[in-house]
């Protein structure tokens, strides 16, 4: 028998030591929480990505009132930047929230059926995608790839 251990990085940054070009992809995503449609968690998340031709296309969740049917904010980004500009290649994702029933003050990362989705987009484009994840205060945390916050990956070449 043998255990294997196997190690997640993470960066923590405090709000004001942000690169610039993260500043503004947080900005959009918090624009686009502000203005998620959570009428049942009242959870507002938002998403912004950055594409390779420097557009920023985000997303918020979408909820239903048969609660399966609505979506993250994450897959809304990803999905729509898929559909809205095809063979780009994401290179960031900034994902924020807040709630209405408490301060959320520690990063908020992607569900797991987010994190296999951003995987679908690594893996296609062959490059990492850095995740930037932050409540509504408090550290910022960044990680260079959705590999490192979802180990033992299954993808298309498992098929
Ligand atoms: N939610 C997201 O948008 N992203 C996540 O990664 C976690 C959860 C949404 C789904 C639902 O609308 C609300 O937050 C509460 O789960």
């Known amino acids: 028998m043998k255990r294997f251990q196997i190690p997640v990085f993470i960066d923590e940054y405090e709000p004001g030591e942000l ?8 900005r959009q995503a918090e624009i686009a929480r502000d203005n998620a449609y959570a009428p049942y968690s009242h959870f507002r998340v938002g998403a912004a990505v950055l594409l390779d031709n420097g557009i ?3 997303g ?5 009132a048969a609660y399966p049917s609505g979506m993250c904010a994450e897959r809304v980004a990803v ?12 290179l960031k994702l900034y994902i924020t929230a807040r709630s209405e ?12 059926a987010c994190r296999q989705s951003i995987l679908e987009y690594e893996v296609k484009q062959n490059e990492p ?16 790839s959705v590999k490192n916050i979802l180990p033992l990956i ?4 498992d098929l």
């Open 19 to 26: 690169p610039a070009d993260i500043q503004q992809l947080k």
């Open 56 to 58: 920023i296309v985000t």
């Open 60 to 64: 918020s969740n979408q909820e239903n």
């Open 79 to 90: 999905w729509s930047a898929g559909a809205q500009y095809p063979g780009r290649k994401i």
């Open 101 to 112: 029933h408490k301060t959320v003050d520690r990063p908020v990362p992607p569900c797991g």
């Open 129 to 144: 995608i850095e995740i930037w994840f932050s409540g509504e205060k408090g550290p910022v945390w960044k990680t260079d």
């Open 154 to 157: 299954f993808d298309g070449s």
